[in-house]
């Protein structure tokens, strides 16, 4: 049996475990919710806001196993694709054991997006809900989400940490790029995600380096490895591990927040201190709610969206560059004048100058645009709501499917063609981009995504040239490479 083959048999058995499990716990329609199912379906009939059409599949198992078979192809929005032509660009199915309109509309998604907790809250398979705990940002709603939210996003776009990412990211990547050998093949995948989690892991609890990074690293893989694994919570599954890896790190971090309270009492410090991490800002906050243990939980959290992200949107950058002579020639060649630009005045390279590089900007937005590193968010309904004349029901799970969207010639010209130069008159701020959601959940990491991918490649095409070996994308349950992306590189 090939790879997809046995991918999609696992996927079948572990879907078909997980609608049992919703089952047994009572998370399928009761009747009274059936009874609303059928009283929305006549409201589709009337001339009113409707019931977006469309299936719920199969018994039990919905229409899953077709979601997850195209999701593992090399075009993994045809499942939306087809029931778009059939039903519109809103429609509903039963997908992961749960009733879902699904959406590849930018207005809907945008409205959805950018609603408050009273219309939408996150939803997340159960797996991940366990994982993350009630009180992770990923989950909370209300105040003490806009505050955390706050303090986070405050920080991260802050030029201080702006500048601590350049130096950090210059370090680690010297220390690595130092050591590839012409003689055999770099794997860009692994090398990325490496780097990323080093500038990650300071950036959010100052563990930099040695026993500790190596401590944090190892559990940190095991506790997302659990993402997807079945629900069920025993000594030997995967979730079991995954949450026994977690626990461990929240004393870890737990640890360091001792450790700087203890050193901030003894130097007798005030709230003047300058944060040089995210902890450092969320202890200065005097709200009562932000426990050093929700804290600890949380800079965990945090790590997921990270530890991804941004070293996919680095390998798919490399990438698509590889298979684009035109755009990599200009890309080098805009690096090549920064460059030059400074050893001439003898100037160190700041967080700004990498981000007014036009044409490498282009190049991260259309990356960002083709790969999808987020292909869709998830939300539930807390009540009836219309948009744009389609009625979400309350208790439903909203799918803003981001990838059909980004892939729609109805918003992009020869949108399955890698084409930076698309944006030179094109404006970002619209419906029909949003690479890293939206609203009040919006990522508050993407600016440094764009910084430490801009950092990535400058040094790359400034110090390389390489030959990348054939690979393919997979897009499920995580985008990646499927061989890591291995290059064959030449110093300069």
């Not at 349950?477 to 030449?490: A, C, E, Q, Y």
């Amino acid at each position: 049996m090939d790879t997809s083959s046995s991918l999609l048999l696992f996927s079948f058995f572990f879907f078909i475990i997980i609608v049992i499990f919703n089952k047994i716990n009572g998370l399928r329609s009761s009747p009274a919710t059936k009874k609303k199912l059928n009283d929305h379906h006549v409201i589709s009939h009337s001339h009113g806001p409707k019931f977006p059409q469309g299936s719920l599949g199969w018994p039990v198992i919905g229409e899953t196993i077709e979601f997850i078979s195209s999701a593992y192809s090399d075009h993994p929005e045809s499942f939306m694709d087809k029931r778009r032509v059939m039903y519109g660009r809103v429609f509903k199915s039963h997908i992961f054991g749960t009733a879902t309109i699904v959406s590849t509309d930018a207005e809907v998604n945008r409205a959805v997006l950018q609603s408050d907790s009273t219309a939408f809250v996150p939803f997340y398979p159960k797996t991940v809900r366990e994982l993350m705990g009630k009180s992770s940002i990923l989950l909370i709603n209300g105040s003490l989400h806009r505050r955390f939210h706050g303090l986070v996003g405050s920080f991260l776009k802050s030029p201080l940490l702006k500048a601590q990412i350049v130096r950090d990211m210059h370090k680690f990547l010297s220390e690595s790029m130092d050591l590839w050998s012409e003689d055999q093949p770099v794997l860009l995948q692994d090398v990325s995600k490496t780097v990323a989690f080093k500038v990650l892991a300071k950036a959010l609890i100052s563990v930099e380096k040695g026993e500790e990074l190596e401590e944090l690293k190892k559990e940190f893989e095991n506790f997302i490895s659990g993402l997807m694994s079945l629900p069920i919570n025993f000594p030997g599954t995967q979730l079991h591990r995954s949450l026994q890896a977690k626990k461990n790190m929240v004393k870890q971090v737990e640890r360091i927040i001792e450790g700087k309270i203890r050193r901030a009492e003894n130097k007798e410090e005030d709230g003047t201190v300058i944060a040089k991490d995210v902890v450092d800002v969320l202890l200065k906050d005097s709200s009562e709610y932000l426990t050093h243990n929700l804290i600890a939980n949380n800079m965990i959290d945090m790590m997921i969206p990270g530890h991804d992200s941004v070293p996919v949107l680095i390998t798919l950058a490399v990438k698509f560059l590889s298979d684009s002579p035109a755009a990599l020639d200009l890309l080098t060649e805009e690096n090549m004048k920064l460059k030059s630009l400074k050893e001439l005045t003898g100037e160190p390279l700041y967080w700004n100058d990498y981000l007014s590089l036009p044409f490498t900007q282009k190049v991260i937005t259309e990356t960002l645009r083709m790969g999808n590193v987020i292909i869709g968010v998830m939300r539930k309904a807390m009540k009836d709501v219309e948009i744009k004349g389609y009625v979400i029901p309350k208790g439903w799970c909203f799918l803003a499917y981001l990838r059909s969207v980004h892939l729609d010639k109805l918003y992009y010209d020869s949108p399955y063609k890698f084409n930076p130069w698309r944006w030179q008159e094109r404006d970002m701020n619209t419906s029909s981009f949003s690479p890293f959601g939206g609203g009040q959940r919006l990522c508050p990491g993407l600016d440094l995504s764009r910084l430490e991918a801009s950092i990535f490649l400058h040094h790359l095409v400034t110090r390389f040239r390489w030959i990348a070996e054939e690979d393919t994308i997979i897009n499920f349950p995580t985008v990646h490479m499927k061989n890591k992306l291995p290059i064959w590189i030449k110093r300069i």
